[in-house]
T-cell receptor, first 113, second 109 residues
Framework: KAGVTQTPRYLIKTRGQQVTLSCSPISGHRSVSWYQQTPGQGLQFLFEYFSETQRNKGNFPGRFSGRQFSNSRSEMNVSTLELGDSALYLC????????????FGEGSWLTVV | AQRVTQPEKLLSVFKGAPVELKCNYSYSGSPELFWYVQYSRQRLQLLLRHISRESIKGFTADLNKGETSFHLKKPFAQEEDSAMYYCALSRGGSEKLVFGKGTKLTVNP
């Protein structure tokens, strides 16, 4: 069974640009969540989706957005990139009512220059 | 507010020594507590969770509600235990995890 897959794995963007990151959950998983990992702030929750609906949102500005498709795949978008957005973005998926067994992808490394 | 504190950023022990990674939490309710581990060049993975009360790879963790702690312990550390360890909590039924800043464990030969 394939794990959570994230693309692209590495990318470099310029300040002011926007970026879209993609996540394919484990087959059968309908919950997808996103986290930002930085050396200074650690792992911070961005948002959670279930059946195409956002269920939870972290404390991030509106430049960070996401969505989930009918096949449970998810994307997150960051607009007007800032240097501080440089981070590892992790996607995670889980079965509904799995008792919170969450499986993480390897992440997308974003560098903003 | 929900908060997870891991007071030790770095922890170094010798092989065969006992190891304890500390985790304290702040939560007004009944949280679910987890330990996640990230080995070098691998993805973050669940090590154990308090509701299952399992021992994984020799690690155990007991939830102490009085002290709001969920320390991770292993009686005899192995070199392959060297990794980043993250304590996390969630509200039951939510996939939102609140993580601590992590402890980097190094087990020396």
């Amino acid at each position: 069974k394939a794990g959570v897959t994230q693309t692209p794995r590495y990318l470099i963007k310029t300040r002011g640009q926007q970026v879209t990151l993609s996540c394919s959950p484990i087959s059968g998983h309908r919950s997808v969540s996103w986290y930002q990992q930085t050396p200074g702030q650690g792992l911070q929750f961005l948002f959670e989706y279930f059946s195409e609906t956002q269920r939870n949102k972290g404390n991030f500005p509106g430049r960070f957005s996401g969505r989930q498709f009918s096949n449970s795949r998810s994307e997150m978008n960051v607009s007007t990139l800032e240097l501080g957005d440089s981070a590892l973005y992790l996607c995670a998926s889980s079965l509904p009512d799995s008792g919170n067994t969450i499986y993480f992808g390897e992440g997308s490394w974003l560098t903003v220059v | 507010a929900q908060r997870v504190t891991q007071p030790e950023k770095l922890l170094s022990v010798f092989k065969g020594a006992p190891v304890e990674l500390k985790c304290n939490y702040s939560y007004s309710g009944s949280p679910e507590l987890f330990w996640y581990v990230q080995y070098s060049r691998q993805r973050l993975q669940l090590l154990l969770r308090h509701i299952s009360r399992e021992s994984i790879k020799g690690f155990t963790a007991d939830l102490n509600k009085g002290e709001t702690s969920f320390h991770l312990k292993k009686p005899f550390a192995q070199e392959e235990d060297s990794a980043m360890y993250y304590c996390a909590l969630s509200r039951g039924g939510s996939e939102k995890l609140v993580f601590g800043k992590g402890t980097k464990l190094t087990v020396n030969p």
